[in-house]
């Protein structure tokens, strides 16, 4: 009997278990469904002077400043039909703040191409976006040929020599080469199916679990 009893309080045990972890991805499939609503709102309204806005992830904004195409930085990444090539990043001083601007791709045989440095700088829209983590699957910049891998701070302040805001601008418009990058609130969501997971799984168990019980007790 006292066998039986810890078998039991080990299955409920895991149920209760695969249960928190299915009602945790409810609460995140809530959170999840919200933020893409809220980015979805944010990405349908008109841009707002960035010196006069609270920045937040994912705001729509019109802005200008002083851009540096000394340290124009070439982040390799594939365009929107998987073709590899670059990203054109900048830096760019604007109201004595610096930031970096996603200017878009280009193919690799426009790296350091004149013609992709033909560029407003007095009329920029685009869309601010929180910087993300590296990747550390991604191989390390190499900063000397300027081909770079990720958004990494330190190797940035090393190219650089300066700091920047938490935020990079990704323009926004309709310009060839570089291609903006279109900023969208398709974003991964697939809480729902992991919550499915979770408690099919616990059925499961309970099902097997009350099936040996009748059998064996």
Do not use: C
């Not at 040929?145 to 990704?170: A, H």
């Not at 992991?194 to 007790?217: H, V």
């Amino acid at each position: 009997m006292k066998y039986k009893f810890l078998f039991s309080v080990f299955i409920i045990f895991f149920i209760l278990v695969f249960i928190a972890l299915g009602s945790w991805q409810i609460i995140r499939l809530n959170w999840k469904n919200n933020l893409i609503l809220e980015i979805e709102e944010s990405l349908k309204n008109p841009p707002i002077e960035l010196s006069q806005s609270d920045k937040k992830n994912f705001l729509k904004i019109k802005t200008s400043g002083i851009i540096d195409f000394e340290k124009q930085i070439y982040l390799y990444n594939l365009n929107d039909t998987g073709i590899p090539g670059f990203e054109v990043i900048n830096p760019i001083l604007i109201n004595n703040e610096n930031y970096l601007i996603n200017r878009g791709w280009i193919p690799f045989e426009k790296k350091d191409n004149p013609e992709i440095n033909i560029f407003d700088q007095n009329n920029i829209i685009g869309i601010l976006k929180a910087q993300g983590r590296k990747n550390i699957f991604k191989p390390d910049n190499d900063i000397k040929e300027n081909y770079w891998f990720s958004l990494n701070r330190d190797d940035i302040l090393k190219f650089t020599g300066k700091k920047f805001s938490k935020y990079i601008i990704y323009l926004d418009g309709n310009y060839q080469f570089p291609r903006p990058k279109k900023i969208t609130a398709n974003i991964s969501n697939n809480h729902k199916k992991y919550a499915m997971t979770w408690f099919s799984l616990a059925i499961s168990i309970l099902l097997l679990y009350l099936y040996f019980r009748k059998k064996n007790y």
